[in-house]
C-alpha cells in the first residue's frame, strides 16, 4: 500500500516518529510537503511543492500520483486537514470532505454546526472588538473562556476571571493569532473562514480525550482519557491519567455527545480526537478534530485500550473498514505530562539515564532543539517535550513521573 502524507508547512521532525509507524505498518510512505527542507525525507518518496498554495499543492500530487498510483493520503498535522481533504478528493482517493474538514477545523464552524444539529456546547460568541467580547463574557457571566477559531495546542486560550482578565487576554489573542504558526500554516487559497476569537461560557467540571473512530453511522471510542491537571488561567500544562475514571453511565453519556458532534461535522469516515468536559453532571463539547491526538496520546491509546488510531489513520485513509471496538480498558495505568520549563533559548535539555533507560517510561519525547525559543504564556505555550510513565495505579504512575520530570533540566542561551 502507498500513502502520501503531507505537511502545509513542515513542523520540524515533529511528526517523524509517527511517519515510522505508519511504515511499520507496512505501508510505503511518501512525503509532500508544501513549505519545508530539502533533506526532510528520503528524495525518491519526498516532494517539496515550495509553496503551501493548494493548487500548486495538488498539481504537484496529481503528477506524482500519475507515476506512483498512492492507495491513501493522510496528515497527523492540524493545519494540514483541509489540504488534506481537497488533495485526496483531486486524487480521486477517500476523503472527509471539505466541508467536514472545514467544520473540524475552525472552531466558529464547528460551534455552528454543533449548533444547528443540538449537540451540547457551551455557549459561544464570535467577537472581532474588545466591547463584543466584554459583552459576551455579561451575557454568560465570568468566568468565560477566549480562543483563537483556528488555534491548536492551547495556544493563547485563556479563562477570564474578571474584566480586567478578560481585556488583557483578549488583546492577548488577538494580537498572537496574527502570528500564531497552526493559523499561518494552513494552505493558502482556501476560504478557511474566520481567523479571529470566540468568547465562551466557562464549563466547571472534569475534562475527557478520546481518540476516536467514526465509521458510516458508528463512532467508536477507542481510547479515553482524563485530564487531571490542576488548572490556571491557561490550558498549557497538561496532565493525563488513563484509563479513565469515568463511570458506565457518563461513558455512555460521552459516546452519544460525541458521535452526535462529529455526525454534525460530516465525519462519517474519519479518525478523531475529541475532547469533552463536564459542566452540571452533564457532558458538553470542546472540540472534535479530524486527526489523531498529538504528544504520545498514541501510545496511550495502545497501552491502556488495545486501541491503535495509528493503524485506523491507515486503513480509513485506503478505504478499509479499520479494526476498532468500544473502549475496553487493558487495567494498565499510565500519566503523562508535557515537559514545561521557563522561557527562554534553549541551549541543551539535559534527560538521565535513570530516566531514558527505565522500564516505567512509555513515553519520552524531547521536542525542543539548540535554539529553539520556548514561549509561556502569554506569549505561546511551547514545550519542552513529553513524559509519560506506568504503573500499578494512577497514584503509583503520578509518583514516578512528577519524580521523573523533575530531573529533566534545561540550560537556556
Known sequence: MKLLTVETRQYLNYYHSRYEQVKELGADLYVLNGEGTEDFWPAEKYRLVGSKDIDKMIAVAKEWHADEHFDGVITFSEAAVIAVAMIAEALGLPTIGREAALNSRNKLLMRRAHERAGAPIPGFRHVTSLEQARDAAAEFG??????????????FVFKCDDDAELVEHYTQAAEGIQELFWATSEADGIDLGANGILVESFLDGKEYLMEAVAWDDEVYLGSVVDRITAEGGTFDDDVHHAPTSMSAQDLAAVHAVVKAGAHAQGLRRSVMHAEVRFHEGKPYLLEIAARVGGGGLDLVARITAEHDPIAAVVDIAAGRA??????????????????????????????????????????????????????????????????????ESEEDAFAKMTEFAAKVTVDFQ
Do not use: Q, Y
Open 322 to 391: 479499520p479494526a476498532v471496538r468500544h473502549f475496553t480498558p487493558t487495567g494498565t495505568h499510565i500519566t503523562a505530562m508535557c515537559l514545561i520549563s521557563e522561557a527562554g533559548v534553549v541551549e541543551e535539555v539535559h534527560v538521565p539515564d535513570e530516566v531514558s533507560g527505565s522500564d516505567r517510561v512509555f513515553l519520552l519525547k524531547i521536542t525542543a532543539r539548540k535554539g529553539d525559543v520556548i514561549k509561556r504564556p502569554p506569549n505561546g505555550n511551547t514545550i519542552l517535550g513529553f513524559l509519560g510513565t506506568t504503573g
Open 142 to 155: 465570568f468566568p468565560v473562556i477566549v480562543k483563537p477559531t483556528l488555534g491548536a495546542g492551547s495556544h
